[in-house]
């Protein structure tokens, strides 16, 4: 099942994707490595995208994770991804929120585009109550986008991830399941 946008298509990560996210992550290495873990040698193949893509299908099916890359209609590579990662059941029904989007399609709402429709869908489908997405204070362009689409800030958590080989603080928000608020 795929999510449709004005100019692309969600689809859940499965193995048939490994060889576009092999290549994703090599046309986007220098913008991503800033923002991400460090990775160990060979992360990045096509043969650990293979895995991965089998454990993101298992996790789907098992209700744990939603992976999705956001294909480009136009050329059919991969503009985006987009992670709902930590799905938890009652009492709090939540989850993390993780994303990314190709150097040459930044600025151009792309991202945005992608993470409205997703984060619409899977509040409307899990039935979370609160998406949580979380952002080191000096990446003004991932805190734009989620001021955009609503996240609102909950606090600052020091020393939060290892990004890039540092632990770094990193800004606290979450945005309320639109339908739980009107009840
Ligand atoms: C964080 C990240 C996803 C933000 O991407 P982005 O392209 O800036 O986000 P959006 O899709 O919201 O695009 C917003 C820009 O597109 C412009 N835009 C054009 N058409 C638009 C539209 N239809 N809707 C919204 N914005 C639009 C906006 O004016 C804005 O431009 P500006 O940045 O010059 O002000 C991106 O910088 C990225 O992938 N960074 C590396 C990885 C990363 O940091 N991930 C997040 C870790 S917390």
Redesign the pocket.
Known sequence: MSIET?RTRLEVLGEHHAELMQQYYAE?EA??A???PLRPAGYHTAANWRFRGRQAEMDHAQGKSRRYVAILKSTGEIA?ICNFTGITGPPMQACYL??????R???????????SAAVEHVFATLDLHRIM????PE?A??????A??GFQKEGLARSYLKIAGQWRD?VLTAKINPQHEAD
């Open positions: 004005r986007n913008h991503l800033p923002w991400e985006a993780g994303y990314s989007v190709a150097k399609f930044e600025g151009q709402g792309v991202m945005s585009e992608v993470v997405a979380n952002y080191i990446n362009r991932s805190g734009a986008m989620l955009r689409l990193h």
